[in-house]
């Protein structure tokens, strides 16, 4: 089965077929983005999936990928 990514601005809702844990650290990095003062409001998020699996990255390049063994979100900020 195909399934389409999406994109969408920080701030809005993260598209609810994303497992919860996903959702969670999407909101996590916002908020981590606002506590610093960074301005993300023109910023995205683009879904993908790789292997039936969601991947999740922002324009900066933070990513949040699911790992269904463990029901859990890995957070990779970009280096630098």
């Known amino acids: 089965m195909i399934q389409l990514g999406t994109r969408w601005l920080v701030g809005d809702e993260p ?3 994303l ?3 996903v959702i969670d ?4 990095v ?4 606002a506590e610093q003062g960074v ?3 023109e910023w995205s998020w683009t879904l993908t999936w790789l292997e039936g699996k969601p991947v999740v990255e922002l324009d900066d390049e933070t990513t949040v990928e699911y790992d269904p063994e463990t029901d859990s979100a890995i957070v990779t900020a970009p280096e630098g």
């Open 15 to 17: 598209p609810s077929r």
């Open 19 to 21: 497992p919860q844990p």
């Open 25 to 28: 650290a999407v909101y996590e």
């Open 30 to 33: 916002e908020g981590e983005l």
């Open 39 to 41: 301005d993300a409001s």
